[in-house]
């Protein structure tokens, strides 16, 4: 749909500028009308006026969705309609591309489309499992229930997300410092000792000329070194988008030492969460198991859980499906198969998404007590041999001089 930029004025007077998605002029002012304003002038956005979104990863975090579900359960609780609950709640939440698709789908609500179907038309903000509830919700007469249990879903999916990467931070940071301080060693540290190791009338050693030699590439080619770092991730990133790049990477996720596990049981808490949701919701169980492969980040569990998708729609149990796949720890098949004999699917999966939950926490601090010291050791591997490098001759030359 096109795009216009408006000029308008609030109750009070004040002026507000703006830009709306929308099929016409008309629809347009329309738009901005509903939102309590007066219009003063519409036109068509240019490349200059038009909005530019630039965003890395995701538009909306999981705790930005979770202060939305609560908010909207306390207004519809309070007897607020829903196209005013969305108004109020576009105008005052912080992340403006939420704001932005709040508005579309409070006009398409205005239209006369259903709340799940408009939201499924935001498909970068609002997930399939949260248009999947609402849809449920709608269909049941429960929706404040479905938005409810949304609420505390994402909730526990930021707190376990905040974990992993925090985990994830402090490596990153540390490998980020070391490869900045070995650089500057071999750019500025070891050339300003060129000089005094020419004069020296001796054989250098060899972890010496290694360092120089090094040095003095990367002095004299450094553009080639960062041709080929820009290049390496640039080939890395296509190749991941690819599916065998996925599969390859879902693949080293799992038996990376000690982050293999942390991601094995991130994906574990992560299938046994939606699933519960979304059972419990009355969605059939096939439905729900495809709509949780496509919130799998990792490939390997996404392409195990079409499968299982497809395996149980043609009646094998869910356990003996999850079994097969041979990627779920023993405790996954062993609770999902109590459930099943017990006829409380949905009470065993948020049983087993609270275990896992509390698993990663506790991993969490184990690979994070397990790095620290392995990365320290590894920093001081890498400053300490740039240091013996240098040091190295004129521990040698000051023995030659003690000696005569």
């Known amino acids: 749909m096109p795009e216009y930029t408006y000029v308008a004025q609030d109750a009070n007077g004040k002026e507000k500028k703006g830009n709306v998605v929308a099929d016409t002029p008309q ?21 200059l006026t038009r909005e530019i979104n630039i965003t890395f990863g995701r538009l909306v975090k999981p705790r930005d969705l979770s202060v939305f579900c609560r908010q909207f359960v ?61 849809k449920a919700g709608e269909a049941s007469g429960k929706l404040e229930i479905a938005f409810e249990r949304m609420s505390e879903h994402f909730e526990k999916a930021a707190r376990t997300e905040g974990m992993v ?34 004069s020296m009338d001796m054989e250098l050693p060899g972890i010496t000329k290694a360092v120089i030699a090094m040095s003095d590439w990367l002095v004299a080619y450094w553009y080639i070194a960062i041709a080929i770092i820009v290049l390496l991730v640039i080939a890395i990133r296509m190749f991941k988008k690819t599916d065998n790049g996925k599969l390859f990477f879902g693949k080293l996720a799992l038996k990376f030492p ?42 390997v569990y996404k392409r195990a859980l079409k499968k299982t998708a497809e395996e149980v729609s043609r009646g094998i149990p869910l356990s003996v499906s999850l079994k097969k796949s041979g990627i779920y720890p023993p405790m996954v098949d062993y609770m999902v198969e109590i459930g099943e004999n017990t006829g409380e699917l949905e009470e065993m999966l948020t049983k087993l998404a609270d275990y ?19 990365i320290i050791l590894i920093m001081a591997a890498l400053v300490g041999i740039l240091i013996a490098a240098v040091m190295s001759p004129m521990i040698s030359m000051y023995q030659q001089m003690g000696s005569m």
Do not use: H, W
């Open 165 to 198: 990467r925090k985990a994830a931070m402090y490596p990153i940071i540390v490998a980020i410092v070391s490869v900045v301080v070995s650089v500057f060693m071999l750019v500025k540290v070891v050339p300003s000792y060129m000089e005094m190791f020419d």
């Open 356 to 374: 896992y939950d509390e698993e990663v926490k506790m991993t969490t601090e184990t690979v994070m007590a397990a790095l620290e010291p392995m």
């Open 74 to 134: 306390s207004m519809l609780s309070s007897g607020v309609t829903v196209i005013a609950a969305l108004d109020m709640l576009s105008g005052q939440t912080e992340n403006k591309y939420m704001a932005k698709a709040l508005r579309e789908v409070q006009t398409d609500i205005m239209k006369g489309e259903s709340l799940g179907n408009a939201m499924g038309r935001q498909k970068k903000i609002f997930p399939q499992i949260m248009v999947s509830m609402v």
């Open 258 to 299: 000690l982050i293999g596990k942390l991601n094995t049981k991130t994906a574990c808490s992560l299938f046994a969460r939606t699933l519960s949701t979304l059972v419990i919701s009355g969605l059939p169980l096939v439905e729900a198991i495809e709509i949780v492969a496509d919130t799998m980040s990792n490939e």
């Open 27 to 47: 629809m347009a002012v329309e738009t901005v009308t509903a939102e309590g304003l007066v219009v003063l002038s519409v036109k068509e956005a240019n490349a």
